[in-house]
């Protein structure tokens, strides 16, 4: 049986559990970087994974008579990401927030779906999530997993030459078929646009990045309005500041 999650500062006229069981096979991280990337157009088969167990994963991932499932990524100091796979009737999304208990309030990353909302991470604060496991924590532990999970964010005209490589390593990692990997990873960073992509920035006497896209929720400060020591810890999390505009 899932195990309930509650977000106090979520909204409350749903059901949500605890989604990680779920992401233990290679069919999910296929259905997930597949559906909140806007891929849907790609064969599980090419990938290594079994049709019919790809549309099982999706049917549950989109089904609006379930509770949401709920997929966390602890950061360390009590910060924890969330992805919720939203199911409404009519239509259905995946929206992603950092929380930390003492906030009182979230910290809106994106939300990927008919009503995308942005840009939400920067190549160095992918990495900084991924990698930042904290002892005991709940949720994914596993450096490639939390990197999957929180793919569908990314947006950087800045990305390193190594950006393939380390997205394909990921994806062999959980399961993708290995010779298939870096053709996946390619078409996942096919929107990459280093001339007119996203940029990230300090600006405004806050150490967390903005982001230049007028379309992603961190157009402004992460959690705006938390504690200047608060800001200073979830910008640690984020793997630090960068340079000021």
Known sequence: MSTGVHVPEYQQDCELVAGEDLARSPAFWLAHVLMAMGK?????????????????VVDRLSDPEEPWPVFRVGCGGGHTVHAVYVNWEDGSSVDF?????????LGHLGQCGADAAGTGLAWTELLALAGGVPEGGEGLTDPSERLLLLLPLLGDADLPGEARDTVARALAHCGIRAEAAGDLAAVLLAGQDPVGGPRWSVADGSPVAVCSSPYSPRRVPLALGISADRAEALAAVLG?????A
């Open 40 to 56: 849907y157009e790609e064969p599980a088969e090419r990938y290594g994974v079994d049709a019919a167990e790809f549309d099982g």
């Open 97 to 105: 927030f950092v929380r930390h208990p003492a906030w009182g309030r």
């Open 240 to 244: 630090g500041p960068r340079p000021a």
